[in-house]
Each structure stands twice: as structure tokens, then as C-alpha cells.
């Protein structure tokens, strides 16, 4: 028997000499993001047959990470107290940190984008704080519209009583284009903004949900190329049907949440902005609060006529606040001021504002923040 092991181990060239002897190369741990005092946070990325990396970042700023002799790319930055949005670029191809189990997913992607933290005072919204937090939940169900099994995400807010005599309020609040239901939980932190909020006695005790905001999925499907306008009509149309016909119901099953329009808001960010606006100001009748966080209006039919046929002046007896805000460096910026422009025409009444920020979850949590401190207040 040693003899047929001895031989088996000569043919692969090992002796039992070396077979002892041999031993895996100590693997090299990065630290990555290491975040440092007063906000310095330095990217590392280990690739030593790499020809260039870059660090990518929402504001879209040439970001050219250094190598070492040991192979290791880096990149140092002063950072702001935030959560930031990244990937690598290593000669084209792009990926998250794989030294950082932080991460956002993407729909129909095996990879998603990293989440740099860089903690900040309590005060912040989306820090966590000593208070009662709510639960996070998440629902899977057949949609029988799109033709696919799909998923929403549920908050409850901090001692959710499904006995309570008042029913809660909902806020239905979209993600946007590549995301999927677990983004304004990952990145956008909402369910710590509202455990905040709440215990501060800013915000109404409410129901958040997420539902998937895609009615043609397979538009993203890797190598389904660019968006068509076929494509994205249809992916409006059967998300909007699904969305009212489908989730609104099952939340009102599940949940102890009110069943009329005073009990419900709706919001979202780049395509969930534009579907928000396009569910909320077409259909009136079930939403008294209605926002646009950097809305993807461009999605939408450039023809506003016909994307709102029914929209006029008499909307503004109808719901007690449209509220749309966008960053002044955003790349939707003249789109949106297009889009308020429109409104304007129609005479609708509306809050716009413009913020300080690019296209990111750095101007929607404060968005988020913001908007949810004036719903369900009567």
C-alpha cells in the first residue's frame, strides 16, 4: 500500500518529503474601507496582475487607485459623515469590495455596491440611537400581472399592536432603476430614520413598504441591452397595475393599516420618483401624500399630456402635498425643473426644492427624513 501512495505521489510530482512540507501561502486580509479619524477613509484592493483600478463613486469622479509592490490598489479620501455608495473598476470590469461584507444588492445581479459607513453625530437620522426599533419583514407572493414570484419588504414601527384601535398609515416608498426591495433598508436606512424619528416625536408611528418596481423584468436581464420604449412602457404599466391591484391589497390583509386614501402615501427615488408620481397624481383617489425624490420623470412619456391626462388644478383639493426635491448636480436636474415647469402650467400646487448633492442615497435619506415628518400629521 505505501508503495501504490508512494507512487501516486511521485506522478504529481510530490515526495513525501515534500507532501510534509508543503504548506497554502498565507492569505493576505485588506482592510477595506478602514475609516480613520475625522472621516479619512482609504479603499483597498488587492489585484497584482491588474492594469488600472478605479475607485467609482455616485459623484462619478476620476478616482485612480495606486499599487503597491505587494499588488494591494489604494485610494484615501476625507469623507463627510455618511454612507457611501462604491465599486472597483479593475481593467473594466466592476465589483464590489470583497473585503467588505457591507453591501446593497442589485436586481438580477450576483454582485452589488459596497456601503462605506462613516459614522457621525447621533443627531444624523440614519445613525443608530438607544431607542426602540422596529421589525423588518419581508413577503413573497405570485404576481399573476407581471407573471413572475416577487417579494415586498414591510417596517413595522417600534411596538406595532395589530389590535390597536386606530389603523396605521402606510408610506409605499419605491427604489430605483437596478435596485431591488431590500435597497431602502441597505442603503437608504429607513427603518433606522423612523425608529429615530418616531421616538423623537417627529414622525407619525407608520408602515413602510417596498415592493419591486419592475413590471418588465427582463429589461434587466444581463445582455438584455439598452432600455427600449417598449420596454419601459411596459414595465410601467404592469408595475403600476400590479402595485395597486396586487400589494395594496395584501398589505390591507396582512396588516392592521387604514383602508382609505387619508391612510396612505406614496414616494420613491430616480424610476420609483417617477413611478410615485405617476401612480400618485393619476390616481388621486387613493393617496393623499405624494413625493418624487429625484424622480426618472424621463421614464415616463415625454408627452405629459398624455402620461397625466386627467391632471388639473382640481388635484389640489384632492391631496394635501406634492413634494419633489433633487440635487442641484443630479443628472435628472433638467428634467425635473422641465417637469415643474409642467406642473406650473397646470396650476398645481406643489413643494420643489433643490439640495446640495449628486444622484445618491446622500440626498434621499435626508429626503426621507424630511418628508416623513409631514405625512399622517391630521
Request: proline share 7%.
Amino acid at each position: 500500500m505505501k508503495k501504490i501512495i508512494a507512487t501516486i505521489l511521485f506522478s504529481l510530482g510530490v515526495g513525501f518529503a515534500g507532501a510534509q512540507s508543503i504548506k497554502n501561502p498565507a492569505p493576505i486580509l485588506l482592510k477595506s474601507p478602514e475609516v480613520g479619524a475625522e472621516g479619512k477613509v482609504t479603499f483597498r484592493f488587492l489585484a497584482p496582475n491588474a492594469k488600472k483600478v478605479m475607485l467609482i463613486m455616485d459623484d462619478a469622479k476620476i478616482r485612480p487607485m495606486l499599487k503597491d509592490t505587494a499588488g494591494i490598489w489604494t485610494f484615501s479620501e476625507q469623507l463627510s459623515p455618511d454612507l457611501y455608495r462604491y465599486t472597483f473598476a479593475v481593467d473594466g470590469n466592476v465589483l464590489p469590495d470583497p473585503n467588505n461584507p457591507l453591501i446593497k444588492p442589485l436586481f438580477k445581479r450576483a454582485l452589488g455596491q459596497s456601503l462605506a459607513h462613516v459614522p457621525g453625530p447621533k443627531t444624523l437620522s440614519w445613525e443608530l440611537n438607544n431607542v426602540p426599533h422596529g421589525i423588518l419583514s419581508q413577503h413573497f407572493y405570485k404576481s399573476e400581472i407581471v407573471g413572475d414570484d416577487r417579494d415586498f419588504r414591510v417596517y413595522t414601527p417600534p411596538g406595532y399592536n395589530p389590535n390597536r384601535k386606530e389603523p396605521y398609515p402606510v408610506l409605499y416608498l419605491f427604489h430605483g432603476i437596478t435596485d431591488e426591495t431590500s435597497a431602502w433598508s441597505t442603503a437608504g436606512r429607513e427603518n433606522v430614520i423612523l425608529d429615530n424619528l418616531i421616538a423623537q416625536g417627529k414622525a407619525k408611528e407608520m408602515i413602510i413598504v417596498n415592493t419591486l418596481g419592475y413590471g418588465a423584468p427582463e429589461m434587466l436581464e444581463p445582455g438584455a441591452g439598452p432600455y427600449s420604449k417598449a420596454a419601459l412602457k411596459k414595465n410601467e404599466e404592469l408595475f403600476v397595475s400590479s402595485f395597486i391591484k396586487e400589494v395594496i391589497p395584501a398589505i390591507e390583509k396582512l396588516y392592521h393599516v387604514g383602508k382609505t386614501k387619508k391612510y396612505r402615501a406614496v414616494a420613491g427615488l430616480s424610476m420609483g420618483g417617477g413611478q410615485s408620481l405617476d401612480v400618485g397624481l393619476n390616481h388621486p383617489e387613493l393617496f393623499t401624500y405624494v413625493a418624487g425624490f429625484s424622480s426618472a420623470v424621463i421614464l415616463l412619456d415625454p408627452d405629459y399630456e398624455k402620461a397625466f391626462p386627467k391632471l388639473n388644478a382640481s388635484i389640489n383639493k384632492e391631496l394635501k402635498l406634492i413634494w419633489i426635491s433633487i440635487g442641484k448636480d443630479d443628472f435628472l436636474i433638467e428634467s425635473n425643473r422641465k417637469y415643474k415647469a409642467w406642473l406650473e402650467s397646470k396650476n398645481i400646487k406643489f413643494y420643489y426644492n433643490e439640495t446640495e448633492g449628486v444622484h445618491s442615497y446622500n440626498v434621499w435619506r435626508r429626503y426621507l427624513t424630511d418628508f416623513s415628518q409631514l405625512i399622517f400629521k391630521d
